[in-house]
């Protein structure tokens, strides 16, 4: 059992924190002010070609698994840029997967280059309004008109909708009082975002505020059939495929937040003093901040251990789940303690730790709620009845 990162994981890391070091803490306390999309990182990423990470070759990706792109996203969070930096990229890393694995090959070839290059931005549709989690109980409609399906209803919680070229979206194309079973009858479509028949709404949040939150108003959208992925129907089977690699990566990205917090919080600690001494000499200071790197190191072992089990093609279920449950809690727990360290400091906002700590609350709420991950582990690996 080896847990050091290999040669060319190692090799990943470190590059990827050379190019996040160009963008320094200015640089994203004016994007956390002006919400601006950081298009300078998106680009620096891309031209690089590390966008595509996780899409194959034939495609012009580099094939990588997803523990290659857990790497890769927390040096992301890890360098400052924290979720804002993280988000900017995220639907790359795993967002398309569907498409990879259950596109056909024109559709691959279509629709993976672009996005490997970084030429075609995308968002992802899937929750709405009245719904929240329950996805079966979606009510978007798409009816199939000749070769066409037209598109009517809501989505909220839309990240990146006001830059995207492109949506990954989850339709019901049959009535949910006409299938056997509520996860039947949804279909999964890639398609240009034609902004002429979608209403964006963004939603002011209390962070990451230059990655944007919309709620998406379709009025007779349209999409060619030949942008539906797989078969009519079994789109609630294909974004299953890549719930546990999200989940990997939105875990990753929470440990690396809160790396940075607690390096933060270390060296203040070391030069701040109060009655002629530093304020690390305080147990009171220094036990929390051992916790902390405690608890984030700890996540950090699960992170890993789930992208192994997916990348292995074994059942990552539990652990993708545990991970961003364990990854969330210490993150947020690291970033809250940076805040206390710098005392009064800790809520300016030149000090930065503040910023983390308002985005450090992403990870815990999204994209499944700590809640329903301790009901997954109790109900399907401890084998406890259900609760409902």
């Not at 320094?24 to 070609?49: I, K, S, V």
């Not at 901040?289 to 072992?301: G, R």
Request: glycine share 10%; proline share 4%.
């Amino acid at each position: 059992m080896n847990f050091e990162l290999s040669e060319q994981q190692e090799s990943i890391r470190e590059a990827i924190a050379r190019i996040c070091a160009q963008f320094d803490d200015q640089y994203w306390f004016d994007r956390d002010h002006d919400g601006r999309f950081p298009e300078e990182l998106y680009r620096a990423l891309a031209d690089d070609g590390w966008l595509g990470m996780c899409i194959g070759e034939e495609y012009g990706g580099a094939g990588l698994g997803v523990t290659e792109a857990a790497i890769m996203m927390q040096a992301i969070t890890q360098s400052g840029g924290g979720m804002s930096a993280a988000s900017s990229v995220h639907i790359n890393l795993f967002g398309l997967n569907p498409v990879a694995v259950f596109g056909n090959e024109e559709q691959r070839r279509r629709m993976l280059p672009p996005v490997a290059r970084g030429e075609a931005k995308s968002c992802f549709g899937v929750t709405e309004p009245n719904t929240g989690l329950n996805t079966t109980q979606l009510k978007l409609r798409a009816v199939k008109k000749g070769d066409r399906y037209v598109v009517n209803g809501q989505k909220v919680w839309i990240s990146t909708a006001k830059v995207a070229d492109n949506i990954l979206l989850l339709a019901r194309t049959t009535p949910l009082e006409e299938v056997k079973k509520p996860t039947h009858g949804l279909s999964l479509f890639y398609t240009p975002f034609d902004r002429s028949r979608v209403t964006v709404h963004e939603i002011e949040k209390m962070g990451r505020k230059c990655v944007d939150s919309n709620e998406l108003f379709f009025e007779d959208f349209e999409i060619p059939a030949e942008n539906l992925i797989g078969e009519e129907g079994r789109g609630f089977e294909y974004i299953l495929h890549g719930m546990n690699p999200e989940r990997v990566l939105i875990a990753a990205e929470a440990v690396g937040l809160g790396r940075v917090a607690l390096q933060r919080a270390t060296a203040y600690a070391k030069d701040r003093n109060v009655f002629n001494r530093p304020i690390g000499k305080n147990q009171g200071i220094q036990h929390p901040l051992a916790q902390n790197w405690m608890e984030l190191e700890a996540a950090n072992l699960m992170v890993m251990r789930a992208a192994w089990e997916y990348d292995s093609g074994k059942d990552c279920g539990a652990s993708a789940n545990a991970a961003k449950f364990l990854a969330g809690e210490a993150g947020f727990n690291a970033c809250q303690q940076a805040v206390m360290t710098h005392g009064g400091f800790g809520y300016a906002k030149e000090y930065h730790v503040e910023r983390y700590l308002r985005e450090s609350l992403i990870p815990r709420i999204a994209p499944i709620s700590p809640q329903l991950v301790l009901c997954y582990i109790a109900e399907r690996v401890l084998g406890l009845p259900k609760s409902y």
